[in-house]
C-alpha cells in the first residue's frame, strides 16, 4: 500500500477518533457512552497499530507525530477515568504538566537556549565593559538597581515595598506578566515569544554583569542564588508553551491550522499553567528567603536541593501509568 493510499483509507479513521477526544470531557470519558467508550477502545488499538506501520514503512516524520499525537492524546483519555484521581488543578499540575514538559522537551531547550544563551553573552561582555550595560537599560535604572545591593549581604530595593509579603507580590506579578506574555504571544507563529526571551536574557545578563562589574558580587549572589534555578526553568517553560502555539501555527501537518491549535493548546495551557504555578513558588522563595541574611553556603545548599527537588518533579511526576509513546 502507498503512502497516499494509505492516508485515503486510514484519514476517516483519525478525524473519527479526534471526534470521540473532543466528546470526552476533560481527561477522562465521561462525555462518552457506553458504545462511543468501546468505539474509543477498539480505535485506539487500530491507531496504535496505524502508528506501527508508519514507523516501520517509514511514511516520514510528519505523519509519525500526527498519529503519535492522537495516540498518546487517546491514551490520556482512555486510561485516566480512575475514580480516585486527584480533583481540581491537582491532578493537571502532579501528572499533567510534568507530562506535557517531557512530550514538548524540544520546544522547552529551544526557549531555554533562547533565554540562557544571550543572557552569558550579555553578562560576559558587561562584566568586562560596564558601559555596555546603558545600551540595554537606561543610567536611571543602572543607578537604582546598584542602590538596591548593599553591604548587608542581601539586596533592599529602594522600588518595592520592604515587606516580606509585598516584596513576593511585587516579584509575582513581573515574573507572571512576563512569563503569561511569552505563552499568549506564540500565537504569532512564535515570533513574539522568542523575541521576549531573547529580551530578558540581555536584559538579565546586563544587570548581573553591571552590579557584579561594579563590585557587589557577594549580595548579589546571596540574593539571586536560591530562587533563579525555578525562576529562569519557569521562564523557559512558559517560553516553550508559546512555541508550541507557534509551531502549530506554522506548521499544523495533517490538520487545519485551528484543528492543530485546539490539538496543542492542552499541552500548551498545561505548560503556561506550571510555569505560573513554579513562579508562585520562586516569588514566595525571592520575597521571603532570597531577602534573607543568611550564610552563602546555606543558600547554596537549599539551591541545590530545589534544583534536585525540581529536576526529579519533571523527570518522573506522572510517570506511573503506561502511556503509549
Not at 462518552?32 to 467508550?37: A, I, P, R, T, V
Not at 480505535?43 to 514503512?57: F, K, M, N, Q, T
Not at 512558559?238 to 502549530?248: N, P, S
Request: glycine share 8%; with cysteine; proline share 4%.
Amino acid at each position: 500500500m502507498t503512502r497516499i493510499d494509505f492516508l485515503h483509507e486510514r484519514k476517516p479513521a483519525w478525524d473519527r477518533f479526534e471526534q470521540l477526544i473532543r466528546r470526552a470531557s476533560g481527561d477522562h470519558v465521561q462525555g462518552l457512552d457506553e458504545n462511543e467508550h468501546h468505539e474509543l477502545s477498539e480505535a485506539l488499538r487500530s491507531i496504535g497499530h496505524d502508528l506501527v506501520h508508519i514507523r516501520s514503512e517509514r511514511l516520514g516524520p510528519a505523519l509519525e507525530e500526527y498519529v503519535n499525537d492522537l495516540v498518546r492524546r487517546g491514551h490520556s483519555v482512555f486510561y485516566h477515568s480512575t475514580p480516585n484521581r486527584p480533583a481540581g488543578f491537582v491532578r493537571p499540575l502532579v501528572v499533567g504538566f510534568p507530562r506535557a514538559l517531557r512530550d514538548n522537551h524540544v520546544y522547552f531547550w529551544a526557549a531555554a537556549a533562547v533565554l540562557v544563551i544571550p543572557m552569558i553573552v550579555s553578562f560576559g561582555l558587561v562584566v568586562s565593559n560596564p558601559s555596555l550595560a546603558r545600551r540595554v537599560l537606561p543610567e536611571h535604572t543602572l543607578i537604582e538597581m546598584e542602590a538596591t545591593y548593599v553591604a548587608r549581604g542581601a539586596p533592599v530595593s529602594s522600588e518595592t515595598p520592604k515587606g516580606g509579603i509585598e516584596m513576593t507580590g511585587y516579584y509575582l506579578r513581573n515574573n507572571i506578566s512576563i512569563a503569561l506574555r511569552c505563552y499568549a504571544l506564540g500565537i504569532f507563529a512564535g515570533v513574539g515569544t522568542l523575541y521576549l526571551l531573547l529580551a530578558n536574557g540581555i536584559e538579565l545578563g546586563a544587570v548581573a554583569g553591571y552590579v557584579i562589574a561594579r563590585g557587589h558580587s557577594d549580595p548579589f549572589f546571596a540574593f539571586v542564588v536560591s530562587h533563579s534555578v525555578i525562576e529562569l526553568s519557569a521562564l523557559a517553560i512558559a517560553g516553550a508553551a508559546g512555541l508550541v502555539l507557534g509551531f502549530a501555527v506554522i506548521a499544523p501537518g495533517y490538520r487545519l491550522r485551528r484543528e492543530a491549535l485546539a490539538a496543542r493548546g492542552r499541552d500548551s495551557f498545561l505548560l503556561a499553567g506550571g510555569a505560573s504555578v513554579l513562579l508562585v513558588v520562586a516569588a514566595v522563595v525571592e520575597g521571603f528567603w532570597s531577602t534573607a541574611t543568611l550564610p552563602l553556603a546555606v543558600k547554596i545548599a537549599f539551591a541545590a536541593t530545589s534544583a534536585l527537588g525540581l529536576s526529579c518533579y519533571l523527570l518522573f511526576a506522572g510517570r506511573t501509568v503506561q502511556r503509549c509513546e
